[in-house]
């Protein structure tokens, strides 16, 4: 079976590779994106409707307010697209195979260090996805590279001339995920695609 596959976020870091490991395999895919066109936003009951009227088999939910900070710039959009949207769309799409990027920052959403990212990821995961608690990917992405993360700032700083490269706050352990190990994971589903033999009620780690 030939999947009818959508990706949420196509766009960005990941959903670009994705998109081209997709079309090397000889599969085309449906994409929602704020920054395409035109520009569909999953946190509208628009973007919403379009989504659920094209019928998709397969759902890589990729969009995110990524990261910390950009998340405390607008917590309730961050709240609308990490944690609304998922949960909307796979009701909406009941019978399609939601996989959902989620955060391995979610295993540390306890106590008083809580945060917006952390806990908006933790609340959009509902039995049923197949979830995905990822690290950092790390990775060359000449289509849409991501230099706000700290490896790709290091690797970056550290091919400066002078090289210059300055580490701030507390020890910290982040699992990571390179981004060819992943793209290559979620395209294996798309290629290998059968809603009766995906395994929906588990979460993986990828670290």
Known sequence: MIPKI???????????????????VGLQFLG?????????????????DLIVAAKPDLIFNLAAISGE????????KAISVNCWAPRELFFGCADSVFVQA??????????????PYASTKARSEISGMLILRLGTVVGWNPECMRWDTPAHKMMKDGLRSPPKITVNGPKRMRPWVTLDFLVA?????????S???????NTYCAS
């Open 6 to 24: 959508l990706i949420t976020g196509h766009c960005g870091y990941v959903g670009t590779a994705l998109g081209r490991a997709l079309n090397r």
């Open 32 to 48: 929602a994106d704020i920054r395409a066109d035109p520009a569909i936003d999953i946190s509208t009951q628009k973007g919403q």
């Open 69 to 76: 900070t950009a998340c405390l710039k607008n917590v309730k």
């Open 102 to 115: 989620s955060s391995a920052s979610v295993l540390g959403n306890r106590g008083p260090r809580v945060t």
């Open 185 to 193: 994971y979620l395209c294996s589903l798309a290629v290998n695609f």
């Open 195 to 201: 809603s009766s033999t995906l395994d929906e009620s």
